[in-house]
T-cell receptor, first 114, second 111 residues
Framework: DVKVTQSSRYLVKRTGEKVFLECVQD?????MFWYRQDPGLGLRLIYF???????EKGDIPEGYSVSREKKERFSLILESASTNQTSMYLC?????????????FGPGTRLTVL | SQQGEEDPQALSIQEGENATMNCSYK?????LQWYRQNSGRGLVHLIL?????REKHSGRLRVTLDTSKKSSSLLITASRAADTASYFC???????????FGKGTLLTVNP
């Protein structure tokens, strides 16, 4: 059974803190994604990684960075958290195979920045 | 940039009724997918339809795709209270496996 896990379900941080969100998948997928989800805005892609150490900006990368040192792990980093980064963060992965476009999602991390 | 737009934003029906949700998009696509999200959880893939397909079925789900109108519909037949969730369409355009999601339809099925 495919599985994507995220390090925390709920996280509360203070403005200016450095925040790490971790995502691990056990499906040997090449592609991994970080989204944020806000009411009325749907899912928006922050960053995408198509291989170890490879990354590509999504639609809203400002204020975020990512790290992919191992194939199974994709980290989202908020260098200096701000209140407007309070959101639900979702990680997903997919295989790099034609016809295998389905994305598998983790349970999400609800981050509150005070 | 949002590619898919679901309609309606919210839908409330009685158990046993059918639920239809629509998705429109703007540019050409390789495939269109529907996902479901229970409150506060991650998304779960429901069904994928390719640009050269017109209709697809999976259990109580039926998806249609009209590329000339750039639209898709998701029909859930004989709905159950457990179908209560948000439903998102997502479009895939290139070979980079990225998807663009709409804002979702909140479906409430009343027992």
């Amino acid at each position: 059974d495919v599985k994507v896990t995220q390090s925390s379900r709920y996280l509360v941080k203070r403005t200016g803190e450095k925040v790490f969100l971790e995502c691990v998948q056990d499906m040997d997928h090449e592609n991994m994604f970080w989204y944020r989800q806000d009411p009325g805005l749907g899912l928006r892609l922050i960053y995408f990684s198509y291989d170890v150490k490879m990354k590509e900006k999504g639609d809203i990368p400002e204020g975020y960075s990512v790290s992919r040192e191992k194939k199974e792990r994709f980290s989202l980093i908020l260098e200096s958290a701000s209140t407007n980064q309070t959101s639900m963060y979702l990680c997903a992965s997919t295989a790099a195979l034609a016809g295998k476009d389905t994305q598998y999602f983790g349970p999400g991390t609800r981050l509150t920045v005070l | 940039s949002q590619q898919g737009e679901e309609d309606p934003q919210a839908l409330s029906i009685q158990e046993g009724e059918n639920a239809t949700m629509n998705c429109s998009y703007k540019t050409s696509i390789n495939n269109l997918q529907w996902y479901r999200q229970n409150s506060g959880r991650g998304l779960v893939h429901l069904i994928l339809i390719r640009s050269n397909e017109r209709e697809k079925h999976s259990g109580r789900l039926r998806v249609t795709l009209d590329t000339s109108k750039k639209s898709s519909s998701l029909l859930i037949t004989a709905s159950r209270a457990a179908d209560t969730a948000s439903y998102f369409c997502a479009t895939g355009r290139g070979s980079n496996y990225k998807l663009t999601f709409g804002k979702g339809t909140l479906l409430t099925v009343n027992p």
